[in-house]
């Protein structure tokens, strides 16, 4: 490849993006929220960027002397994301997917990044509500051991695996599951009631097959709940059932699901309104269009008076029980995703790239805002890759057509995961090619402002020019130009992905195969690198 190429591909990755490293994206700060290093009440700080900075700083004081702390994996992924490494351990702290496996339950009055994790993880569920960043208290306790009776554990084993919320789900169903195969729950009055029909027994037969292997619990219900008409159900039973805790936590962790699947983007609250029951119907219908066995919108989900509904739901947690045996399925879906747009028509393609631009631009808008509250609660906007593609493979091969027909909230999040990959990868890329062709220099300050400078091109000598005779300094500076070389090295092997992917010229490749294929190869770098 030669310099001009080098450079065409260089202008195509800076008109894709540009980055702004002056601003920390919204995602970080509601982490930082998560864990209680900002506080939520302060977001309207007119100073909230300089406290979001000082409070990354003292999240990642507290991960150096915490049991976590690995620094081979710290080098890696410095070696990957430059200066961006401290926001890698913070979303590996925060995950929920694959996260962090703790050693021992904290005691009392213990106070540190283990604790907060664990309230993290708890207060996700709805079952601890004191600030996240109290020690470990008599709060705490309640709450964990609240968790590890749902699945019948022991509290350390409860701790971890709510490191995986697929395996709690998983052990939850197994303990207390099949116990409680239906919730019921009074929605918001913004649900529009005309669109759930009433309760039939379609929705009956639906709950005996999902407890099939469980007929001892269907008799009951069916005792308890169903008269002999069909058409009747025993709401005094039901509406009793609407108060119990249990009933609650359900629900809570069904929208947690639903917010690990991409569908839903609101608050996790335990309150089903508009946005939740939408982002239900939403999961049958992407359900229905990628399985054969078709389901019934009533068979699921039913008013039985007024705004009162009940949701089978073990049908859903079944389903979350199935994929947590499936594997991250990023690079299978992106290249899904790249080969149904090369095998479109004119018009699919146009449709595809203007949407697919819409939804990279509204994200970089997001990116720039603090996050959202609803009722007092942060609005979650999903960001586990690794748990979305795991899921969204499933509807890989619908995708390109969903981003043609419009946005909805699965589309938004494919877009949202592919523009993850997408800015780490172009910033990396950007930079490295610049450090190639000699268009980056490398410039460090001491504290006596004398400058170190250094700066290589691919046609040339290297120069480097030391204002500093001081050891540190020249030591920090020479630190410096390796993370640049880095970069030039992560881009010299996108740069030879890109190529055998692609294997076309560069002009006449369209700007999503581009940035698809940019995602595809920092996806497959990152492997190589054994992180992520």
Not at 60 to 83: C, H, M, P, T
Not at 447 to 470: E, M, V
Request: charged share 25%; with cysteine.
């Amino acid at each position: 490849m030669t310099v001009d190429e080098v450079s065409e591909m260089l202008s195509k990755a800076e008109e894709l993006y540009v980055a702004d490293q002056s601003i920390m994206p919204s995602s970080e700060i509601q982490m930082l929220c998560d864990l209680g290093y900002v506080n939520v009440l302060l977001l309207i700080d007119p100073l909230v960027e300089t406290k979001v900075t000082e409070a990354l700083q003292t999240f990642w004081n507290d991960y150096v002397i915490s049991e976590f702390a690995d620094s081979a994996k710290i080098n890696r992924l410095k070696a990957i994301y430059g200066e961006n490494f401290k926001i890698k351990i913070l979303e590996e702290v925060t995950d929920i997917d694959e996260g962090l496996k703790i050693k021992k339950v904290p005691q009392l009055g213990e106070r540190n990044l283990v604790t907060r994790i664990i309230h993290f993880r708890l207060a996700l569920l709805g079952l601890y509500d004191a600030p996240v960043e109290l020690s470990f208290n008599a709060l705490s306790y309640a709450a964990l051991e609240k968790a590890a009776n749902y699945i019948d554990k022991p509290k350390l084993d409860t701790i971890n695996l709510l490191s995986d919320f697929q395996a709690y789900t998983k052990a939850f169903l197994i303990a207390e599951g099949h116990k409680n195969s239906i919730v019921v729950f009074k929605a918001e009055p913004d649900i529009d009631r005309k669109s759930f029909p009433e309760y039939s027994g379609k929705f009956k037969r639906q709950l005996k097959s999902d407890l099939s292997e469980y007929p001892e619990e269907f008799d009951i219900l069916n005792k308890k709940i169903f008269f002999l008409n069909d058409n009747k159900v025993d709401e005094e039973f039901l509406i009793s059932r609407e108060s119990d805790e249990i009933n609650t936590f359900i629900l809570r962790l069904i929208q947690v699901h639903q917010w690990m699947s991409g569908h839903y983007t609101g608050a996790l609250d335990s309150s089903f309104g508009k946005k939740t029951i939408s982002s239900l119907v939403e999961v049958i219908k992407h359900y229905n269009e990628t399985s054969p066995r078709e389901i019934d919108k009533d068979a699921i989900l039913v008013c039985i008076k007024e705004n009162h509904y009940i949701f089978n739901c073990m049908f859903f947690l079944n389903i979350y029980k199935e994929e947590s045996h499936l594997q991250d399925k990023t690079y299978d879906t992106l290249n899904t995703i790249s080969d149904a747009y090369q095998k479109a028509n004119v018009y699919e393609k146009e449709k595809f790239e203007t949407n697919f631009q819409a939804a990279i631009n509204e994200e970089k808008n997001q990116l720039t805002k603090i996050p959202e509250k609803i009722n007092g609660t942060i609005r979650r906007v999903f960001m586990g890759i690794k748990n979305f593609f795991r899921k969204a493979f499933r509807f890989a091969k619908k995708i390109f057509k969903w981003i043609i027909e419009g946005v909805s909230s699965i589309v938004k999040n494919t877009v949202r995961m592919i523009y993850s990959f997408l800015k780490d990868a172009v910033q990396h890329f950007i930079a490295g090619v610049k450090f190639l062709l000699g268009k980056q220099p490398t410039i460090t300050q001491g504290k006596d402002l004398k400058t170190n400078y250094s700066n290589f091109d691919i046609d040339k000598d290297g120069i480097n020019l030391f204002g500093s005779k001081n050891p540190l300094e020249i030591k920090a500076h020479t630190e410096a130009v390796w993370t640049s070389i880095n970069s030039m090295k992560f881009s010299l092997s996108v740069i030879r992905l890109l190529i055998n992917s692609i294997k076309s010229a560069l002009s006449v490749v369209g700007w999503p195969v581009f940035a698809l294929k940019l995602a595809l190869s920092f996806k497959q770098v990152i492997e190589s690198y054994k992180t992520i």
